[in-house]
C-alpha cells in the first residue's frame, strides 16, 4: 500500500492536487446497509471550507462532493464509494513568479528534489486542499460510529498563539469563526487576529479532538496501537508538529502517583490517559491534543532559493489564512473518526468471539 | 497486515511475552549483501536491558540475540531474518496475587476486555520485554543506514521529571546511566533518583533522538509522511503519550516569520521543522522528541478493582524502573531507524529513476 | 488494504458498478516523470470495449478516461493519478424483473448473501463493466514497463471453445474480432459463433498472455512469488476458472528429464517454466494461460430461485456476448502489466544495491 | 509488507532455510481463546514430513514445533503466536559441488542473480523444507475453522503422471503412502513408481482439495476474491504450475447452459463453480485443483551451467522423492485453511451487521 491510502480494514485512498481538474477519495471496507447521502459529507466540508470567516482564505470553493459509486438506493451497498469534488476555482492563474522558487516553509523544494518535478501552482499535491476529501471520508466514518455505536467526536481550538481556552463549552464551538470553547476570550482572539494580520504575519494553534463512547478494546498492539495510529492520522495533516494523547508531554514531570487513573468498579477515577491504556480503548473518551506551525504563507519577506541555486526573497501576496489551524479542527475530527473506524472493524475481525460472547467485566 | 508489524518495504513482526519461552521478530525486506553478525544487535541490547544500572529493574536477563535464518557466511541473503532471545528469567513465581487484578495504569484491563483472556504473568505481551525484539531490528536497520548512506541515529534523555539538559554533548550520552547528554545535571539526577525511590514513586521523562545525514526525499504523502510515520512508530512504544517532530508544540506560540527556516545555496539557516518538510525529509537532521509517563507499578499504594468486579488496593512490591524513559533512549532509536529504513526502501521503489539519474539541486 | 485494491508498491484501487454515475480508479506509487495521456490508455479501452464487433454485447459506451491528478504537463508527478470514465449508457431501464431475482452462473446470490443488499442494475459492481479500470491502470504500467525496460506484454485467444489456434502469429491478433492468431482458423470461428448465437448458448474460452524482455529477479519468494501474485490477479478476471504458467497442467504427465528447462551460458533451452523459477522471473518470457467460463447470460432458460424464496425460471434477453472470454484479452494484458510494474518497484525497493553494482552472470 | 507474509486479518510470516538453524513463523491476528496445543499442529507435520514412505526422501526430520509465544494455559491470547522448528538434520555435507552450479528446475540461478548471493545448501530458501511452517500455521486455521464454524478441508492427489483417481472415497486418502482416493489403483502406482526409481527419473502430479461447510460470503472482489486468493496461495507452492477451481480448463470446451449451476430454494443442483460465484463463496464446497511439476532433483543428466559462465552436466545423488506432488497434499490443505481463515475475519471485519442481524435468504 503506498502513501495515499490510509487503514486496513476501513481503507481511505485519496487523490487531487490544490490545481488540478478533481479532488476524489475512494473509501474501501465500508459496512454495508449504512444510510449515506451526500448530505453527510457537506456539513463537515462546509465547516473546513475556506472563506467562510474573514480569518481564513477568500478562495471561494463550493466543495461540493459527489457520490459515484457504492450507494444505492441511499444505502452503502459494501463495495467501494468514490467521491469527487471539482475544484471550480482553477483561475489561469500566472504561476510563474513561483515555478522554480523553493519557498521557506514549504514543500516546494522537498517535493522537486523526490519526485525530480512537480506541480508548482498553489502547492500541487502538498497544498492543504487534499483535506477536503479527508473530510468527506471521514464523515462517513463518523455517521457510521455515532449510528450503531452512538460515538461523538468533537474538536475545537484550545490555543491560538497565546490565548488559551480556559473553559470548554461544547456548544460555542460552532458559534464562533475560530472554533474555539470559551466564549469569553473571542473578543481577544478577534483583536489579536486584526494586529496579526496587519503586521502580515500568522500564528501557531493548539487544536483538541475527544471521541465519547468508545467501546473497550480498540487498538492492536505492539504496532498498531490505537494511540500509536491516531499519532500517524493527525501528525500526517498539513502543518502540525505535535500529537499528545490524553496529559501529553505534562507527563514529563509527573509522579506515578499522580499520573495513574485510579479505578473502581464504578469506572475510572480520571482521564490522565486520554482513553488509551497499553494502546487499546479503555472506554473513557479518546483525548488527543495536536500542534499546528503557522502558516507559511505570509508577507513579512524570506529569503531562499530558486532551482537554478540563486538565492531569492520570498514575499507571498494574495490572501491566506492567517492561522492554518482554524480549518484544522474538521480534518482533525475526521482522521479521529477514520482511525477509530478502522480499527473497529479491526477489532470484531479478530475478536468477534469476545465481542458476541463475553460479559464485560466491571465498570458499571 | 496485523498489529505485531510495521513497516511496508522493510518489515519488522515480532512476538513474545514478559514470561513466555522466547521473544522473536522476522525482518523481511532486508537488502542482501549486508555484513550481519550477533554483535551488531548485542550493542543495543545491552544498552535497553534492564539491570545495568540502579536506576533500572535488577531482573537479570542476558538478552542474548540468536541468528536463525536470513544470513548465510555472516552476511544477509535477502531472505527473511529470523531473530531469537530466549526468556531465561522465566522463574516460576507466584502470580496468582494479580491474576484477576487490573493494576491502575497498565494494560491489564484493556487486554482482558479486548481478548476475553489474558496472560497476567508480568503483563504478558503489554510488558515493555517485547522491545528487546525491536532493538534487535533496529540494529540491523542502523547498520545498512549507516553503511550505505551515513546516516547515524543518536538519542539521549532530555528532561527526567524537573530536570532538564541544559547542553548537549553526545559523547556524554554513553557515560552515564542516565543517557543524559549533559554532564553538570549527573549529580542533580543522582539525588533526586534516590529521593523518588525512597519514595517508591516513579517520574516522567522527555527523549530526544535525532538522525543526521538522511537523504532528501524520504516519506510518502499525504498520509504516510515521514514525521506521521515517526510519530506512528514513537507512539508505539510503551508509556509513550506525546511526540514532536522539531519545535513541537513550542510552534503553537510562533509567529509565521519566526518559525520557517530559511534558506539559500548554502543550505537551511535553521531547523524548526526538524528535519520534514510537507513530510519529505529535507536534508537536514530529522528530530523528535517523545514524553514518556512515569512507570505506573510503584509501591505508593492505589485503588483498583478485580476481574470479579470487586474493589482493591494495590502496592507493587519487587524492583521496578522509577523511571522508564531511562531505558527508552536504544528502543527510541530502534524505531526511528526502522522507520527510515523503511522509508528509503519506499522511495526508491518509486524514484530509482530520479534517485539514479537526476543531479540534486541546490543545497551546496 | 480491502479487496479492491491490487499491488504493494504499484498500487492500484478502483470503484464503479456497471450502472452507476462512473467508474474511477486510483494508481498510487507511479514513478515521477513518465509521459502520459489519455491517448496512452485509450488504445487498451477501445480494444476492450464492447460493441466493437458483432460477437461482444452492444452497450455502446465510448469509454473515454479523464485523468483527474497526478499529472502535469504531460508527465506522471509520482502524487496518486486519479481517472474516471463516467457511465454514459445509463438507460432508465426497467430492472424491476431481475431485482429479486438470482440468476444461475452469477454473482446475484452471493453479493446479497455477503453484504445483505445490492445494487442490481445490470450487475452492479460484479459486472465485468468494472474492467475498464483496470484496463486503463495496466496502460500506464506498460507504458513505464515498455519505456524503462522494453517490456513487451502481448495477448490472444488460444481456444474458443473446441477451436484452438494451431499456429500463433501476433500480427494476426489485431486484425480480427477474436484476438486470434491463427488466420487460418478464423473461417471456422466465424461459422461456430454464427451457429451459437442461434442457439442463444455461450461457449468457454482459453486466452495466453505472455511478456517478453522481463529482468531476472522480479518476485518475492515465499508467498509473494511472481507467478503466485500473477495466479492472483488473473484469477481475479470476471469468469476466469483456471490459470496456467508455462507448461501448466501439462506437467502432471511430465516427467522430470523432459520438464526442466535445460541451460547454459548461451541461454535456456526452451521454456516449460514459462519464465518463473522458484518463483522469481529468469529472464524468458512470461507465459501464462486462463480459462474463461461461458458467459451465463444466455436465453436458453434455466431454473432458479427468487430472493423469497420462491423458483423461478431464468431467460436472459437482450445482446450479451456470446464469450467473454473475447473481450478478456486486453484484461489479461493489463492485469500481467500490474503485476509485473509492482514487482519491478517491489524488486528494486529491497535489492537496488544489487542491481546497480553487480554484474548479471551468465546467459548471453 | 513483504513476501514472506500471506492474509492481511490471520497473517502467517515465516523464516528458514533448508539446512539454517531452524524454521519458523508467526501467526498475527488470530481470534483468541481457541484451545490449542503443538499436537494440533503435529499430525498434519507428521503428513508433510519427508521419509515417512520409500517414495518420499530418506532424510529424517522429526519436525517438532514448539509453541514460544500466543498460547497462554492452553489457549491462544489474541496476541502474535511464535512457531519454531529447529532443524536437527543440518549435517555439515559437502556442498562445494553445487556452491556455483545452477541446476536445471532449480530456483539456483533466480536467486543468485535476484539477490546478488545465496545460501546453496540444500536451495536454501527455495527448498520445499519451508513448507513446514505452512503446515504448522495451517493446522491452526483448520482447528477453528472446524471448531466455530464446522469446516473440513480434505486433500487427495488426484493423479499421478498418467494414473488418475476414478473414484474418490476420502476414507482411502490416510490408507496409502500416496493419499490416493481411489485404492484401485494402488498397485499400479506401486509399480509405477519403482520402474521411475529405477530410471532415475521423477514425475508430475495433480492434487486436489475442498473444503465444506464453509459460509456463504468470503471473498473480496474485485481484486481478492476468494478464488484469486486461492490461487495465489496455492501457485506459491513449489512445483505449482497451474490452478482450477470447479470445472478449471474443462469450462474452455463447454456451453453455458451447461456449466451453469441452476439453483432452487432446496440449494444448486450442480457445483461447476467449485463454491465460488463471482468471487465469493457460495456455501457450495470450495474445490480447486493444482499441478506440480515433477522433482527437478533427477540422476538423469542435464546440461547446466555454472556461476562461472561455463557449461556444466547435472546428476542429483542422493535420495530425493520422486515425486514431490505426493507430500503436496497436507501443504494445499494448509494454504487453503489459512485463505480460508484470513477471508472469515475480513468478512466479519465488514459485515459484522449483516452476519448477526440479516437472516439467510434462501438455499434451506
Partial sequence: MSGNSIGQNFVVTTFGESHGVALGCIIDGCPPGLELTVEDMQRDLDRRRPGTSRYTTARREPDEVRILSGVFEDKTTGTSIGLLIENTDQRSQDYSNIKDLFRPGHADYTYQQKYGLRDYRGGGRSSARETAMRVAAGAVAKKYLKQVHGIEINGYMSQLGPISAESVDLNEVEQNAFFFPDASKLEKLDEYMRDLKKSGDSVGAKITVAATSVPVGLGEPVFDRLDADIAHALMGINAVKGVEIGDGFGVVTQKGSEGRDLMSPAGFESNHAGGVLGGISSGQPIVAHIALKPTSSISVPGQSMTAQGTTADVV?????????????????????????????????????????????????
Wanted: with cysteine; hydrophobic share 45%.
Fill in 316 to 364: 507571498t501576496k494574495g490572501r491566506h489564512d492567517p492561522c492554518v489551524g482554524i480549518r484544522a479542527v474538521p480534518i482533525a475530527e475526521a482522521m479521529l473518526a477514520i482511525v477509530l473506524m478502522d480499527h473497529l472493524l479491526r477489532h470484531r475481525a479478530q475478536n468477534q468471539d469476545v465481542v458476541s460472547q463475553t460479559p464485560v467485566i466491571g465498570m458499571k
